[in-house]
């Protein structure tokens, strides 16, 4: 981390004291944001924190379905199996 190389892109009267892995613009403290260890300028972590939100709305998503979907064709074929058993009798 190279320290007093620029100014805080957000706050050009402050001196940057890191730089951000997303957007590579020079951040000072306030700006700077620790998230999974990496740095991060306020902007990128609020754009990092909406992709995951998106992944974890994905992820929960996605069983959901595969449950309902499953469900929706076992009544069918359970419907189906005992139509065709009572009317073969
Ligand atoms: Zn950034
Ligand atoms: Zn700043």
Same mark, same amino acid.
């Given at each position: ?24 613009? $020079? ?9 999974? #260890? ?6 990128? @972590?609020?754009? =990092? ?17 595969? $449950? ?9 074929? #359970? ?6 058993? @009572?009317?073969? =009798?």
């Amino acid at each position: 981390m190279s320290l007093g190389s620029g100014r805080c892109h957000y706050h050009p009267e402050r001196a940057g004291l890191g730089i951000c892995v997303e957007c590579r613009n $020079v951040i000072c403290t306030e700006c700077t944001t620790q998230f999974e #260890g990496i740095n991060r300028c306020a902007k990128c @972590l609020g754009e =990092r924190l909406a992709k995951a939100r998106t992944l974890v709305a994905r992820k929960d998503w996605s069983p959901g379905n595969v $449950v309902l979907a499953l469900a929706a064709v076992a009544l069918l074929f #359970g419907g189906f199996y005992g139509l065709t058993f @009572l009317a073969g =009798r």
